[in-house]
C-alpha cells in the first residue's frame, strides 16, 4: 500500500512543527521518496541519531506503507 507525500510531511511535522520539510517521490509510484528535513531539535545530534527521530516520527510506517525513503538531515544554519 502507497503513501501519499502530504501524509509523510504531516507526520514529520506532527514532531518537529518549526521544521522544514521538501518531499519528493523518487519513482512516481508512492512508495519510494527523499526527504529533506531541516529541524532544531537536530542540533548537537548525529545524523544516525537525527534519522532515528524522523523515523520515529514515522510511527513504524518504514518497511511497510512507505517502502524506501533516503533522507537528508540538517540543523538550521
Avoid: C, S, W
Avoid at 40 to 46: I, V
Amino acid at each position: 500500500m502507497a503513501m501519499e507525500a502530504t501524509v509523510i510531511e504531516k507526520l514529520i511535522l506532527g514532531a518537529f512543527p518549526t521544521a522544514e520539510v521538501e518531499i519528493t517521490d523518487l519513482a512516481g509510484d508512492g512508495d519510494h521518496y527523499a526527504a529533506t528535513v531541516t529541524a532544531e531539535e537536530f542540533r548537537g545530534k548525529n545524523r544516525v541519531q537525527q534519522h532515528q527521530m524522523v523515523y520515529a516520527a514515522l510511527k513504524g510506517r518504514m518497511g511497510g506503507e512507505l517502502h524506501a525513503l533516503a533522507l537528508t538531515t540538517r540543523a538550521p544554519d
